[in-house]
Nanobody
Framework: QVQLVESGGGSVQAGGSLRLSCAGSGSILRSDCVAWFRQAPGKEREGVVAIDRAARTRYADSVKARFTISRDVSNNLYLQMNSLKPEDTAMYYC????????????????????WGLGTQVTVSS
């Protein structure tokens, strides 16, 4: 069974940093498009950043210049989050989709086939 496992969440003060990791079974993280999403209590799940096989990225406006997505040689996925704000507080999820690259609706969560269980990020003011 294909799995994604997130880690690295925690509690930080505003202005701090966290680095999230996503490990995937098999070659899932070499899918056409992999992404980080987040969901705060009472809010819809929203896309944060997506990356395709060619390492082209798309960032949500709310995190540009603060968050950075990357991959290592083992195809683990990372999300470096700097200058964190209280509004970044959410459960963060790693997701992958196989049939559509990131050029098409990268932040439509219902187009993603595989999801992790999430890691909680809490930013206090």
């Amino acid at each position: 069974q294909v799995q994604l496992v997130e880690s690295g969440g925690g509690s930080v003060q505003a202005g701090g940093s966290l680095r999230l990791s996503c490990a995937g079974s098999g070659s899932i993280l070499r899918s056409d498009c992999v992404a980080w999403f987040r969901q705060a209590p009472g809010k819809e799940r929203e896309g944060v950043v997506a990356i395709d096989r060619a390492a082209r990225t798309r960032y949500a406006d709310s995190v540009k210049a603060r968050f950075t997505i990357s991959r290592d040689v083992s195809n683990n996925l990372y999300l470096q989050m700097n200058s964190l704000k209280p509004e970044d507080t959410a459960m963060y999820y790693c997701a992958a989709r196989i049939t559509t690259d990131c050029a098409t609706a990268p932040f439509e969560f219902n187009t993603y086939n595989v999801w992790g269980l999430g890691t909680q990020v809490t930013v206090s003011s």
